[in-house]
């Protein structure tokens, strides 16, 4: 069984593939009935937001995850996909496996085009990057399932410069900061049109006078900001002027 949250794509992307080569069963953590799994192979597969898991992933590992695993001694890995490198996103998950008395035997990370377009600095790829960046996680996608098939106990991850202080001092820093719905707004140019509502993973946006508001149950995934047909939603002040970035979104 494959858990996973993706919010524009590139997770879900990585999982059907992943999920076909294993021949495991894919399920969203977004899904209303999850259901309790017999498996003795569990996979986590998300993006990385801010050196770790997303939020409502670190939840689902704590308190949703140990009422569905049913084995009793299961293989569980992760696969996270991110723009650049994870810092020590594989760590603490292992560790919040760990307080519920599971272990993570294998980690795996992916580069895929990126997504965050919150803080100066940080923009998407050029179309040309972001295809080359899906067909180099395509081509590692064999012999990570082959990892995955053998029960392998590896850790295959970019943590990239600095790991520690990004996943311990930056991240809290940043959910402190630069996260949260009260970020969104839109501009004059939205028509209400309501795809952000539509692509929204956790049903958060509702249309109220022809114009999107968050509800509080924001993943920070940026779909909604991405999405936008007219370029009309921005996050915070620092998305002014960034791109947007599709090629999965709605794979
Ligand atoms: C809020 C947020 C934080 C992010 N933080 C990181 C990060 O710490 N490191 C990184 O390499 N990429 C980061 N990214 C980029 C995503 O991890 C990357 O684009 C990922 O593949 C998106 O997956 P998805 O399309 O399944 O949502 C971040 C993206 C978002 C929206």
Redesign the pocket.
Request: net charge negative.
């Given at each position: 069984m494959i858990f996973y949250?993706?919010?524009?794509?590139?997770?879900?992307?990585?999982a059907k593939h992943l999920a076909t080569l294993t021949n495991d069963t894919l399920i969203s953590i977004t899904d209303k009935d999850l259901s309790a799994t017999q498996d003795a192979r569990i996979g986590l597969i998300?993006?990385?937001?801010?050196?770790?898991a997303?939020r409502l992933m670190e939840d689902f590992l704590v308190h949703q995850l140990p009422h569905l695993i049913q084995h009793p001694a299961p293989y569980i890995y992760m696969v996270?996909?991110?723009?650049?490198?994870?810092?020590k996103t594989h760590k603490i998950v292992a560790q919040l496996l760990k307080e519920s008395g599971y272990t993570l035997a294998a980690a795996f990370s992916?580069?895929?085009?990126?997504?965050?377009i919150?803080l100066p600095g940080f923009d998407v790829n050029s179309d040309e990057v972001e295809l080359r960046k899906v067909q180099a996680s395509l081509k590692l996608l064999p012999s990570i399932a082959e990892d995955i098939l053998n029960n392998a106990i590896v850790e295959r991850v970019k943590p990239?410069p600095f790991p520690w202080s990004?996943s311990y001092i930056l991240r809290p820093l940043?959910y402190r900061y630069f996260?949260g719905v009260r970020l969104f707004h839109t501009t004059d140019k939205c028509t209400g049109c309501g795809r952000c509502k539509k692509i929204c993973p956790l049903g958060n946006i509702s249309i109220e006078n022809k114009r999107p508001t968050w509800g509080t149950q924001c993943a920070?995934?940026?779909?909604c900001y991405h999405i936008c047909p007219h370029r009309a939603i921005e996050y915070g002040k620092y998305s002014k002027g960034k791109g947007q970035?599709k090629l999965?979104?709605e794979k």
């Open positions: 949250f993706s919010g524009t794509g590139n997770s879900r992307y990585i998300f993006p990385v937001h801010a050196w770790s997303p996270c996909t991110c723009g650049d490198d994870i810092g992916l580069i895929m085009p990126d997504s965050y919150g990239g990004k940043f996260a920070n995934c940026l779909a970035y999965l979104i």
